[in-house]
């Protein structure tokens, strides 16, 4: 039998390879973020011997009955004094999955601020419920800046069970009213651990004080999720912080990745001067690279002599971001003078600083209903939205598209403190956790859908069949397109006219403000279905060929289009063989962690149940799977004759 090598090397280079995750708490105030994260710390072996001394002593002198780890965390005097979080502190340790990094940040309203910059670089939000008190204002208001934020994985740890004798109905209870809460969050990963932060129960290890409790503890947790997927390596986006110019041969332009890989060889755009060239060259810290990727700083070499300064960016020449001089943004006001709207702020977006004003602010968002309300100034720890008029154009992306590109902070010109920070949100469209306040109308109350005096059937008619839509649903490299093709090739060889809507192609213009979030998932069909519907209305037959992967999604363009008239054709082809075929080498990117949420390597596709066809393109060739459509269609009567 071989041995298992675990000597002082392997260790040390487990340690090294292993991912870093930032970690940040928040919750109300007394909820036990500081005791939390000092028995973590604690159990884990992560506090030093005269820090455990020095928590011993403390423990004694404010007359505390057992050891109080929230003093690891409270370094200032006042916080020691009162028993809160004040400012935020951060703490670094290590297990031989993972290195970490936690902020613990302030329950108190007056310090939102401090909770909003330890959350903004994390990429993991641990909100804290006091199980005697539920939830919260306070934990709505953290977990909705977290959402604001970014941050895609939340864990709502249900503290202090030991006071409530454990009790599965009270933990319960708390996980129904904050599942109705986060449902207008932006929150894709949510997952619920009953804790006592004091006692040690589901911590580190499994409590059996607990065994209703099916999932694991804490820190098994933190070790386990996943966050590869989360960060940006599509986009390229990288802004000049300084021009390194060590002697006459050497020009280097020297800064941090904010998203994307470049390499050797690359085409890129320079901002704002629209100048082509190729990266020369790559050097990181340790020397020559041949590659490099977010979040890593470097120096790139170009192969042109090109006017580049600070504050200009580097892009791929086929992906740019946009470039406004007037952003709609999401703003945490974190001054004690409020927003004036027209006054001048200064601006701080990636590497450049410069002037702005704030020329309207549209609403103010109550962080307890999520809701939209009146507002003429932001006051200290408001959220509104606001449009923001620029001195100089910013080159920027959606925050939920990207966090380093899509933020920026507002200063103030005479005192020169951080008055706000701003998430830009597409113009136009408002994020999902802005709802309208009840008491507002829809404007679908004013719209009446007009007909005219042709009706569909006259259509049909004249072209000669019945309109229809053929849903075309399989995971990517399934032949959805290529089947699509075909079969209006043969459509129009026969005298009916029918259109193919393409994936692809409508993401390139109608939809490309879209992601692939489930959200925008979920708004990419929908937007397809409305113009499906128009075209059946226009006597067309209609190909649509999408991944489609939720059938919440799917049955809502039924719903759209008419049941009479949407047809749900599943190309079934195992994963095996689409990842085979693999034509873009989408698979092989999204196994390499470049893209997020691909369907059927890292986000889900649910098949349909019971489609209209099934098609398996992977024993049929592409001719007689789109022979079997065109059958479907006149053996039910949308067509008069093929």
């Given at each position: 039998?071989?041995?298992?090598?675990?000597?002082?090397?392997?260790?040390?280079?487990?340690?090294?390879?292993?991912?870093?995750?930032?970690?940040?708490?928040?919750?109300?105030?007394?909820?036990?973020?500081?005791?939390?994260?000092?028995?973590?710390?604690?159990?884990?072996?992560?506090?030093?011997?005269?820090?455990?001394?020095?928590?011993?002593?403390?423990?004694?002198?404010?007359?505390?009955?057992?050891?109080?780890?929230?003093?690891?965390?409270?370094?200032?005097?006042?916080?020691?004094?009162?028993?809160?979080?004040?400012?935020?502190?951060?703490?670094?340790?290590?297990?031989?999955?993972?290195?970490?990094?936690?902020?613990?940040?302030?329950?108190?309203?007056?310090?939102?601020?401090?909770?909003?910059?330890?959350?903004?670089?994390?990429?993991?939000?641990?909100?804290?419920?006091?199980?005697?008190?539920?939830?919260?204002?306070?934990?709505?208001?953290?977990?909705?800046?977290?959402?604001?934020?970014?941050?895609?994985?939340?864990?709502?740890?249900?503290?202090?069970?030991?006071?409530?004798?454990?009790?599965?109905?009270?933990?319960?209870?708390?996980?129904?009213?904050?599942?109705?809460?986060?449902?207008?969050?932006?929150?894709?990963?949510?997952?619920?651990?009953?804790?006592?932060?004091?006692?040690?129960?589901?911590?580190?290890?499994?409590?059996?004080?607990?065994?209703?409790?099916?999932?694991?503890?804490?820190?098994?947790?933190?070790?386990?999720?996943?966050?590869?997927?989360?960060?940006?390596?599509?986009?390229?986006?990288?802004?000049?912080?300084?021009?390194?110019?060590?002697?006459?041969?050497?020009?280097?332009?020297?800064?941090?990745?904010?998203?994307?890989?470049?390499?050797?060889?690359?085409?890129?755009?320079?901002?704002?001067?629209?100048?082509?060239?190729?990266?020369?060259?790559?050097?990181?810290?340790?020397?020559?690279?041949?590659?490099?990727?977010?979040?890593?700083?470097?120096?790139?070499?170009?192969?042109?002599?090109?006017?580049?300064?600070?504050?200009?960016?580097?892009?791929h020449s086929a992906n740019l971001p946009q470039i406004r001089r007037e952003i709609e943004a999401i703003l945490v006001w974190m001054d004690q003078a409020p927003l004036v709207p027209g006054k001048v702020y200064y601006i701080k977006h990636t590497t450049q600083l410069f002037k702005c004003s704030v020329t309207h602010l549209q609403f103010r968002i109550d962080p307890a209903s999520l809701s939209r309300r009146d507002a003429t100034?932001?006051?200290?720890?408001?959220?509104?939205?606001?449009?923001?008029?620029?001195?100089?154009?910013?080159?920027?992306?959606?925050?939920?598209?990207?966090?380093?590109?899509?933020?920026?902070?507002?200063?103030?010109?005479?005192?020169?403190?951080?008055?706000?920070?701003?998430?830009?949100?597409?113009?136009?469209?408002?994020?999902?956790?802005?709802?309208?306040?009840?008491?507002?109308?829809?404007?679908?109350?004013?719209?009446?859908?007009?007909?005219?005096?042709?009706?569909?059937?006259?259509?049909?008619?004249?072209?000669?069949?019945?309109?229809?839509?053929?849903?075309?649903?399989?995971?990517?490299?399934?032949?959805?397109?290529?089947?699509?093709?075909?079969?209006?090739?043969?459509?129009?060889?026969?005298?009916?006219?029918?259109?193919?809507?393409?994936?692809?192609?409508?993401?390139?213009?109608?939809?490309?403000?879209?992601?692939?979030?489930?959200?925008?998932?979920?708004?990419?069909?929908?937007?397809?279905?409305?113009?499906?519907?128009?075209?059946?209305?226009?006597?067309?037959?209609?190909?649509?060929?999408?991944?489609?992967?939720?059938?919440?999604?799917?049955?809502?363009?039924?719903?759209?289009?008419?049941?009479?008239?949407?047809?749900?054709?599943?190309?079934?082809?195992?994963?095996?063989?689409?990842?085979?075929?693999?034509?873009?080498?989408?698979?092989k990117k999204a196994r390499a962690g470049l893209i997020p949420e691909f369907t059927g390597v890292n986000a889900p596709y649910e098949a349909p149940e019971a489609p209209a066809l099934r098609i398996k393109t992977g024993e049929l060739a592409v001719d007689l799977a789109a022979g079997n459509i065109c059958l479907y269609l006149k053996e039910k009567g949308f067509l008069e004759a093929l």
């Amino acid at each position: 039998m071989g041995t298992v090598n675990s000597g002082p090397e392997t260790i040390l280079k487990r340690s090294r390879e292993a991912d870093l995750l930032r970690v940040s708490t928040a919750g109300s105030v007394d909820d036990g973020k500081s005791t939390l994260i000092g028995r973590l710390l604690y159990e884990a072996n992560g506090i030093y011997e005269d820090q455990l001394a020095a928590v011993r002593k403390d423990s004694a002198r404010f007359k505390r009955e057992v050891l109080d780890l929230s003093l690891v965390m409270d370094g200032l005097k006042a916080e020691r004094e009162q028993g809160i979080t004040i400012d935020v502190a951060y703490r670094y340790f290590s297990t031989p999955q993972r290195h970490f990094i936690i902020a613990d940040t302030p329950g108190h309203e007056q310090y939102t601020r401090n909770m909003a910059t330890g959350a903004s670089t994390s990429d993991l939000a641990i909100i804290l419920i006091d199980a005697r008190q539920g939830v919260l204002i306070q934990s709505r208001r953290h977990a909705f800046i977290a959402s604001l934020l970014g941050i895609r994985h939340l864990v709502i740890a249900v503290n202090k069970m030991d006071l409530v004798d454990y009790s599965e109905d009270v933990f319960r209870q708390i996980v129904r009213d904050f599942d109705n809460f986060s449902e207008k969050l932006q929150a894709p990963d949510l997952v619920y651990i009953p804790v006592s932060a004091l006692k040690g129960d589901n911590v580190v290890a499994k409590s059996d004080r607990m065994p209703w409790y099916k999932g694991p503890p804490l820190l098994n947790h933190l070790e386990n999720v996943r966050i590869l997927s989360d960060r940006n390596l599509i986009d390229l986006r990288f802004p000049v912080q300084y021009v390194l110019r060590p002697n006459m041969d050497f020009r280097g332009y020297s800064g941090r990745l904010a998203s994307g890989v470049i390499r050797r060889g690359d085409e890129i755009l320079v901002l704002p001067s629209r100048r082509k060239t190729r990266v020369r060259s790559i050097a990181g810290y340790e020397g020559e690279l041949p590659y490099a990727f977010a979040p890593q700083s470097i120096t790139v070499t170009l192969e042109d002599e090109v006017d580049i300064t600070r504050g200009d960016m580097l892009v791929h020449s086929a992906n740019l971001p946009q470039i406004r001089r007037e952003i709609e943004a999401i703003l945490v006001w974190m001054d004690q003078a409020p927003l004036v709207p027209g006054k001048v702020y200064y601006i701080k977006h990636t590497t450049q600083l410069f002037k702005c004003s704030v020329t309207h602010l549209q609403f103010r968002i109550d962080p307890a209903s999520l809701s939209r309300r009146d507002a003429t100034a932001l006051e200290l720890n408001d959220i509104g939205r606001v449009t923001v008029q620029c001195f100089r154009p910013v080159f920027c992306d959606e925050y939920t598209k990207n966090r380093q590109t899509g933020s920026f902070i507002l200063i103030d010109p005479l005192t020169h403190s951080t008055a706000a920070a701003g998430m830009i949100i597409e113009r136009g469209r408002l994020t999902s956790t802005a709802r309208p306040a009840d008491t507002t109308v829809s404007p679908a109350a004013f719209i009446h859908r007009q007909e005219g005096a042709i009706l569909n059937k006259d259509r049909g008619r004249l072209l000669k069949q019945r309109p229809a839509t053929l849903w075309l649903t399989g995971l990517s490299g399934s032949g959805k397109s290529t089947v699509a093709y075909e079969a209006e090739k043969k459509l129009i060889a026969a005298g009916h006219l029918c259109y193919v809507l393409d994936g692809d192609n409508v993401r390139s213009g109608l939809n490309r403000d879209l992601g692939f979030s489930p959200q925008d998932r979920g708004e990419n069909i929908r937007r397809v279905a409305e113009v499906a519907r128009l075209l059946n209305e226009a006597g067309l037959i209609v190909i649509a060929a999408f991944i489609s992967p939720y059938r919440e999604d799917r049955a809502q363009a039924k719903k759209i289009i008419g049941e009479d008239r949407f047809i749900e054709v599943f190309l079934d082809v195992p994963l095996e063989i689409c990842e085979k075929r693999d034509p873009k080498d989408l698979y092989k990117k999204a196994r390499a962690g470049l893209i997020p949420e691909f369907t059927g390597v890292n986000a889900p596709y649910e098949a349909p149940e019971a489609p209209a066809l099934r098609i398996k393109t992977g024993e049929l060739a592409v001719d007689l799977a789109a022979g079997n459509i065109c059958l479907y269609l006149k053996e039910k009567g949308f067509l008069e004759a093929l």
